[in-house]
Structures are given as C-alpha cells and as structure tokens.
C-alpha cells in the first residue's frame, strides 16, 4: 500500500544506531485498529512477506527464533472460522463468544503468533515475552504500510479444541491473532495511563 520495504541487510552489515525522527513521531500517535472495521484489501503475498520480515527482527535470547505464524486468509480462512464457531456456544459466556468471533470473521487476513518453548538454558519466560515483540512489532509495521491491524487473543486463543483446530503443538501457546486489513473508521485516542504513576527511580537504602 505504501511502496517496498528496505530489503534486509546483510549479515554482520553495520547498522548504525541513528536519530529516527520519523519513528518517533509515528510512536507519538499509534494505535490499533477496530477488528470489527477492517476490511479488504489486506496485505498483498509482498506485503505480508515483508512484514512478517519486520516482525521478526525482535530481540530474542539465545537467536532461538521461540515463535512461528500462522496465516489465515481467504477460503481457508472461512472455513477455519466456522469450525471455531461450533464451539462457541460451550463457553462459558456463549452470547459473548459467539460476538468475539466477529473479529475473526471480518477481517480479511490474520497472521497468528505462535509462541514456542524450546527447551535449553534460556527461561520459558524469555521466549514467551520474544513471542509478544514480534506481535507488536507486526502491529507497529503494518501500520506503518498503511493497514489497520490489530492484536486478539479471545477465547479461542486458549480453548483447547480451538488450539487443536489450529494446530498448536505441545509447548506452544497464541501469543496473538494479529488482524490486518484496511480500516473503515480512523481510531480515536484512547486513555493512557499516567506514566510518573506508575515510575519510580531506584536508590540505594
Ligand atoms: C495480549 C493481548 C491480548 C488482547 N486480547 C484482546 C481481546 O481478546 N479482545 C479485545 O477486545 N482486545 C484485546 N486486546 C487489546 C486490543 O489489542 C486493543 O485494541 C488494544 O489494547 C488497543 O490499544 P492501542 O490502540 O494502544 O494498541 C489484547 C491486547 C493484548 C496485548
């Protein structure tokens, strides 16, 4: 929607760490976009390409790449929303389940971030939160392309015959739905929370 994206360096090319006033000025303003009001088109094959490229350049402890996608789009797509919808009335809330899943049927493409786990020295924990980058940084580039995009987990992120639906693994958790398409209303900001509120500086006792 916006041009090509930069293609990736080189390995061990310099990358120099440099004032981005742009970046900051974008950082400024962002915000999600309402599932509920995106619609086609979506990315294009280069697009999504390019940004599952950007989202994964994400700090990750040990380069131990702890997350995989999966895409959802088109018939596929469909097909997969109507078999989670069998299940929606066996939640706790069926009323709510079954409006939840209007974020997964209205937009046209989702990418879903699947958190890995592989064993080893580097904490769970670690590879859970690398999981969690490479959902913001989806949701910080496909923005930046000019998609609305927006990150869901709902129910189906944790009901097991959701995740067997899927094809989640043992180990594996969503860390998100990411939702992309073009947006039909431009979001509002919302309330932020105060940050000196929630900021202390440490002193030595
Ligand atoms: C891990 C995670 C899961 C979320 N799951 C949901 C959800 O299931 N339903 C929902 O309405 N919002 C959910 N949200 C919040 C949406 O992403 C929301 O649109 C977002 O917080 C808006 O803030 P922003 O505009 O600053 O990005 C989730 C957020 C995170 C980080």
Redesign the pocket.
């Known amino acids: 929607m916006t041009g090509s994206v930069p293609p990736a360096p080189e390995f061990g090319e310099t990358l120099p760490v440099q004032a981005v006033p742009e970046v900051l000025a974008y950082l400024a303003r962002?915000?999600?976009a309402?599932a509920m009001a995106l619609t086609a088109p979506g990315p294009s094959d280069a697009e999504l390409a390019d940004l599952l490229r950007l989202a994964v350049r994400v700090p990750d402890h040990g380069k131990l790449a702890p997350w995989r996608f999966v895409i959802l789009r088109g018939p596929a797509k469909d097909a997969f929303a109507a078999k989670i919808t069998t299940l929606a009335d066996s939640q706790a809330n069926p009323a709510k389940a079954n409006a939840?899943l209007r974020?997964l049927t209205r937009p046209p493409i989702c990418v879903v971030v699947i958190s890995r786990h592989i064993p080893g020295e580097i904490p769970e924990w670690e590879q859970r939160q690398s999981a969690?980058a490479v959902?913001q940084q989806l949701?910080l580039a496909a923005p930046a392309m000019g998609y609305g995009a927006?990150?869901?987990?709902?129910w189906y992120s944790y009901d097991p015959r959701a995740l067997e639906i899927l094809g989640v693994e043992a180990g594996e958790q969503v860390?998100?739905y990411l939702y992309l398409g073009t947006t039909t209303e431009q979001?509002q900001e919302?309330v932020r929370p105060d940050v000196a509120a929630i900021t202390t500086e440490w002193t030595p006792g």
């Open positions: 962002r915000r999600s309402s939840a974020k969690s959902c949701l927006n990150w869901i987990t709902d860390a998100g979001p919302r």
